[in-house]
C-alpha cells in the first residue's frame, strides 16, 4: 500500500474541501445563470449555462477520483473515513444539481419570460438558491445547527412549489383556448410543472448536503443516505 505523510494527508484533505467550495460555486453560478436566463428570456445566458454543464462534470470525475484515491492509499477511519465519505456523496448532489440548472437553461430556450412571471418563479427559485447557498456554506464551516435549519426551510420551499403547481392546473382547467391555441398551452403547462419540479429537486439536494455534513460532523451516522 502507498502512503504519503501525516502532514501531505492533512493537506489533500484541505485540498479535497477546498476544490469542493469551488465545484460548489461553479454550480451556483450556474444556477443563478440559469434562473436569470428563466427570468428575462435570455437565451444567450442559457446557452452559456448549457455549455458550461460540461466543465461541471469534469470537475465531479476529477474530485470523485481523489476521494476514492484517499480512501484506497490512506485507509482513513473515524472522522476523516466520515468527511470523505460525505464529501463523496455531496460532489453527486452537486453534479445534479449543475443537471438540474441545464434542465431550467433548456426551458428557457423554449419559453418566455412571460410563461414564468405567471407564477413568479423567480420566488420559488430566489428559494432554492438560498437553500443550496445555505448547505454549501454548512458544508465547508462543518455547521451542525445551519443543516436543521436547511431541513426545516425546505418545507417552505416544498409548500411553495405545491402552491405553484396547483396554481398552473387551475388556469389549465379555467382556460378556455381555440383548438390552434391548445397545443402551446400544453407545451406551456407541461414546461412550467416540470420548472416547479427541477427547483423541488434542488432543495431536496440541499437537503442532502445537509444530511451528509451531520453525517461527517458525526450527529447522526444514519442520515447519510
Given at each position: 500500500?502507498?502512503?504519503?505523510?501525516?502532514?501531505?494527508?492533512?493537506?489533500?484533505?484541505?485540498?479535497?474541501?477546498?476544490?469542493?467550495?469551488?465545484?460548489?460555486e461553479d454550480v451556483l453560478?450556474?444556477?443563478?445563470?440559469?434562473?436569470d436566463a428563466l427570468e428575462?428570456?435570455?437565451?444567450?445566458?442559457?446557452?452559456?449555462?448549457?455549455?458550461?454543464?460540461?466543465?461541471?462534470?469534469?470537475?465531479?470525475?476529477?474530485?470523485?477520483?481523489?476521494?476514492?484515491?484517499?480512501?484506497?492509499?490512506?485507509?482513513?477511519?473515524?472522522?476523516?473515513?466520515?468527511?470523505?465519505?460525505?464529501?463523496?456523496?455531496?460532489?453527486?448532489?452537486?453534479?445534479?444539481i449543475g443537471d438540474l440548472?441545464?434542465?431550467?437553461?433548456?426551458?428557457?430556450?423554449?419559453?418566455?419570460?412571460?410563461?414564468?412571471?405567471?407564477?413568479?418563479?423567480?420566488?420559488?427559485?430566489?428559494?432554492?438558491?438560498?437553500?443550496?447557498?445555505?448547505?454549501?456554506?454548512?458544508?465547508?464551516?462543518?455547521?451542525?445547527?445551519?443543516?436543521?435549519?436547511?431541513?426545516?426551510?425546505?418545507?417552505?420551499?416544498?409548500?411553495?412549489?405545491?402552491?405553484?403547481?396547483?396554481?398552473?392546473?387551475?388556469?389549465?382547467?379555467?382556460?378556455?383556448?381555440?383548438?390552434?391555441?391548445?397545443?402551446?398551452?400544453?407545451?406551456?403547462?407541461?414546461?412550467?410543472?416540470?420548472?416547479?419540479?427541477?427547483?423541488?429537486?434542488?432543495?431536496?439536494?440541499?437537503?442532502?448536503?445537509?444530511?451528509?455534513?451531520?453525517?461527517?460532523?458525526?450527529?447522526?451516522?444514519?442520515?447519510?443516505?
Open positions: 500500500m502507498i502512503t504519503v505523510p501525516r502532514e501531505d494527508y492533512r493537506e489533500s484533505l484541505d485540498a479535497l474541501r477546498s476544490d469542493i467550495e469551488s465545484m460548489s453560478d450556474q444556477l443563478l445563470c440559469a434562473l428575462r428570456d435570455d437565451h444567450e445566458l442559457a446557452r452559456e449555462v448549457i455549455d458550461g454543464d460540461d466543465r461541471i462534470n469534469q470537475q465531479y470525475l476529477n474530485l470523485e477520483g481523489d476521494c476514492v484515491d484517499l480512501i484506497a492509499l490512506q485507509q482513513p477511519v473515524a472522522s476523516d473515513l466520515r468527511f470523505i465519505v460525505a464529501s463523496f456523496k455531496i460532489l453527486t448532489d452537486l453534479e445534479r440548472a441545464t434542465n431550467l437553461a433548456r426551458y428557457a430556450l423554449s419559453g418566455s419570460s412571460e410563461i414564468f412571471s405567471k407564477i413568479r418563479i423567480e420566488n420559488i427559485g430566489e428559494t432554492a438558491y438560498s437553500q443550496l447557498q445555505m448547505a454549501i456554506e454548512a458544508y465547508m464551516h462543518a455547521d451542525s445547527e445551519a443543516c436543521r435549519v436547511i431541513s426545516d426551510r425546505d418545507d417552505e420551499l416544498d409548500a411553495s412549489c405545491q402552491t405553484a403547481s396547483e396554481a398552473i392546473v387551475r388556469d389549465l382547467v379555467a382556460s378556455e383556448p381555440d383548438r390552434w391555441e391548445i397545443e402551446q398551452l400544453l407545451d406551456d403547462v407541461s414546461r412550467l410543472l416540470l420548472t416547479v419540479r427541477d427547483l423541488e429537486r434542488i432543495g431536496d439536494h440541499a437537503v442532502n448536503i445537509a444530511a451528509r455534513t451531520l453525517y461527517a460532523n458525526d450527529s447522526d451516522r444514519k442520515l447519510i443516505y
